[in-house]
């Protein structure tokens, strides 16, 4: 099965950066694609960022097109979350998810939180 583990969040101001990662258990992974997603207080949880796994195509939602980046590291099943010029609305609990069959997501991580302050 897959588990994903994800570091690196935590409180920066806003103008700051973090980077997230998450890295895949298992010596064996190729997903399509990996995503990020966060959920801000009182809201559902929402689409970031996506990358194919073998190409490495990316896609980002409007609000963080700019400002985030995606990568991955097929070495070491890590996917990244670089993210610069952080808002306080970017405040929230962000996701990593795996997309292990081009059906949708089917696996996620614990959730690691990201507080921007003022």
């Known amino acids: 099965q897959v588990r994903l583990v994800e570091s690196g969040g935590g409180l920066v101001r806003a103008g700051g950066s973090l980077r997230l990662s998450c890295a895949a258990s298992?010596?064996?992974?190729?997903?399509?694609?990996m995503d990020w997603f966060y959920q801000a207080p009182g809201k559902v949880r929402e689409f970031v960022a996506s990358?194919?796994?073998?190409?490495?195509?990316?896609f980002y939602a409007d609000s963080v097109k700019g400002r985030f980046t995606i990568s991955r590291d097929k070495a070491t099943n890590t996917v990244y979350l670089q993210m610069n010029s952080l808002k306080p609305e970017d405040t929230a609990v962000y996701y990593c998810?795996?997309?292990?069959?081009?059906?949708?997501?089917?696996?996620w991580g614990q959730g690691t939180q990201v507080t921007v302050s003022s």
């Open positions: 298992g010596r064996t992974f190729s997903p399509r694609a």
């Open positions: 998810a795996a997309d292990s069959k081009g059906m949708g997501v089917d696996y």
């Open positions: 990358i194919t796994w073998n190409d490495g195509i990316t």
